[in-house]
T-cell receptor
Framework: DAGVIQSPRHEVTEMGQEVTLRCKPI?????LFWYRQTMMRGLELLIY????????DSGMPEDRFSAKMPNASFSTLKIQPSEPRDSAVYFC????????????FGSGTQLSVL | SQQGEEDPQALSIQEGENATMNCSYK?????LQWYRQNSGRGLVHLIL?????REKHSGRLRVTLDTSKKSSSLLITASRAADTASYFC???????????FGTGTQLKVEL
């Protein structure tokens, strides 16, 4: 298996633009997580899905953030409009319930909002 | 909010030495996990220890868990330059598979 795949690897955009981050989880995994990592706040859980259904979105910072999982093999995290304070590394991770909650992370998307 | 706090924040050692990192957490847990993050990469799972376990080994890694003190430690023996990375503890919180990560320890192993 190729592991969790995220795209793009790097994204540079201007304030006010829409940003869409993409994630393909490991096949057969039924949990998908979006995390954000910054120097100031560390790793923060934004939202997670179980069987494509959002379970907990309490970490989503504002209404500007939205996430979808239309099927078991694809998820998006959208920021509209983007702001400089959204600059961070965004990670997607997936897990299989029988793996004992072990998470498999993608390589992340480095987002810079100018 | 972060459940775990790692100590020290940064650690620099010579190759061949042992490295010990500590993690303290706040609420009751059923397991605790350690992850490694190399610069510019995603996190990689290292080891999981359950609340009914006190110690667990995996290769050069040794993890201990003291639920009475709400703390865990990760020991890397005979460190190598390739062990240079950030190490995070993670605990389940809020039910289900939701993992909360600590602040991390930056380990540098020098030749």
């Amino acid at each position: 298996d190729a592991g969790v795949i995220q795209s793009p690897r790097h994204e540079v955009t201007e304030m006010g633009q829409e940003v869409t981050l993409r994630c393909k989880p490991i096949s057969g995994h039924d949990y998908l997580f979006w995390y954000r990592q910054t120097m100031m706040r560390g790793l923060e859980l934004l939202i997670y899905f179980n069987n494509n259904v959002p379970i907990d979105d309490s970490g989503m910072p504002e209404d500007r953030f939205s996430a979808k999982m239309p099927n078991a093999s694809f998820s998006t995290l959208k920021i509209q409009p983007s702001e400089p304070r959204d600059s961070a590394v965004y990670f997607c991770a997936s897990s299989f319930v029988s793996s004992g909650e072990k998470l498999f992370f993608g390589s992340g998307t480095q987002l810079s909002v100018l | 909010s972060q459940q775990g706090e790692e100590d020290p924040q940064a650690l620099s050692i010579q190759e061949g030495e042992n490295a010990t990192m500590n993690c303290s957490y706040k609420t009751s847990i059923n397991n605790l996990q350690w992850y490694r993050q190399n610069s510019g990469r995603g996190l990689v799972h290292l080891i999981l220890i359950r609340s009914n376990e006190r110690e667990k080994h995996s290769g050069r890694l040794r993890v201990t868990l003291d639920t009475s003190k709400k703390s865990s430690s990760l020991l890397i023996t005979a460190s190598r330059a390739a062990d240079t990375a950030s190490y995070f503890c993670a605990t389940p919180g809020g039910g289900g598979n939701k993992l909360t990560f600590g602040t991390g320890t930056q380990l540098k192993v020098e030749l």
